[in-house]
T-cell receptor, first 113, second 113 residues
Framework: DQQVKQNSPSLSVQEGRISILNCDYT??????FLWYKKYPAEGPTFLIS?????DKNEDGRFTVFLNKSAKHLSLHIVPSQPGDSAVYFC????????????FGKGTMLLVSP | DVKVTQSSRYLVKRTGEKVFLECVQD?????MFWYRQDPGLGLRLIYF???????EKGDIPEGYSVSREKKERFSLILESASTNQTSMYLC????????????FGDGTRLSIL
C-alpha cells in the first residue's frame, strides 16, 4: 500500500526547458512534504519542502506546488541544467510524535544538452 | 552544515555473517534513522531512534537490529546476513522542531555473497 506515489519512473528534458516532477499521496494526515535529489553512490540531498498550510514554495530554480484537495504535489525546475540529472524522491511526513518520512519510489530525471 | 558519516562506502560480507554498519553525526540531533534503498522501491525505513538507548521499528525491521549507546552514533546490525539484504543503506538525522528535513550520509553499498 503505497502512500506516496511517483508514477513516472523517468523523465527526459532538454537543457533550458522546464522539468516537472509529480507526486501523489493518499494519507490525508501528511502535513509536510519534501523533495530530495540523489546522485548515484551518494546520499539524498534535501532540495525544498512545503508545509500543508502553503500551496507554493520557491527557492531559486526550484518551486514546489501543493494541491491538498487533489493530494498532489509537483516540483518545477526552471531552467533545467545537465547537472540536475539525478533521481528525485518525494517524501511526506505526518507528525505523530515521531518525525518519520514516507518516500516515493523516485523519478530519474535526465537533462540533455 | 550537518555532517552524517557512515563508516564504510562499500562492504562485502558473506551469508550468515553478523554485520555492523555505523553512523556518526556531529550536530547533536536527537533523531536518527536507518533506511535501505533498492531500485524501483525507493527508500524504506528499517529502524529509527529518538533518543539514546531508544529505538522504534520502521517498515521493514525483520532481520535487523540497532544500537544507540551514545547520542552521536547509531548502529545497524544484520544479525545473520542474507543475500536479500544486499542493498544501499542510508543513515539520516533530524533535529528537534517542526518541519525540518532529514539529513543523509553518503550511504554504504553492502553486498552479501
Amino acid at each position: 500500500d503505497q502512500q506516496v506515489k511517483q508514477n513516472s519512473p523517468s523523465l527526459s528534458v532538454q537543457e533550458g526547458r522546464i522539468s516537472i516532477l509529480n507526486c501523489d499521496y493518499t494519507n490525508s494526515m501528511f502535513d509536510y512534504f519534501l523533495w530530495y535529489k540523489k546522485y548515484p553512490a551518494e546520499g539524498p540531498t534535501f532540495l525544498i519542502s512545503i508545509s500543508s498550510i502553503k500551496d507554493k514554495n520557491e527557492d531559486g530554480r526550484f518551486t514546489v506546488f501543493l494541491n491538498k484537495s487533489a493530494k498532489h504535489l509537483s516540483l518545477h525546475i526552471v531552467p533545467s541544467q545537465p547537472g540536475d540529472s539525478a533521481v528525485y524522491f518525494c517524501a511526506a511526513s505526518a507528525y505523530s510524535g515521531y518525525s518519520t518520512l514516507t518516500f516515493g519510489k523516485g523519478t530519474m530525471l535526465l537533462v540533455s544538452p | 552544515d550537518v555532517k552524517v558519516t557512515q563508516s564504510s562506502r562499500y562492504l562485502v560480507k558473506r551469508t550468515g555473517e553478523k554485520v555492523f554498519l555505523e553512523c556518526v553525526q556531529d550536530m547533536d540531533h536527537e533523531n536518527m534513522f536507518w533506511y535501505r534503498q533498492d531500485p524501483g522501491l525507493g527508500l524504506r525505513l528499517i529502524y529509527f531512534s529518538y533518543d539514546v538507548k531508544m529505538k522504534e521499528k520502521g517498515d521493514i525491521p525483520e532481520g535487523y537490529s540497532v544500537s544507540r549507546e551514545k547520542k552521536e552514533r547509531f548502529s545497524l546490525i544484520l544479525e545473520s546476513a542474507s543475500t536479500n539484504q544486499t542493498s544501499m543503506y542510508l543513515c539520516a538525522t533530524l533535529g528537534q522542531g517542526n518541519n525540518q528535513p532529514q539529513h543523509f550520509g553518503d550511504g554504504t553499498r553492502l553486498s552479501i555473497l
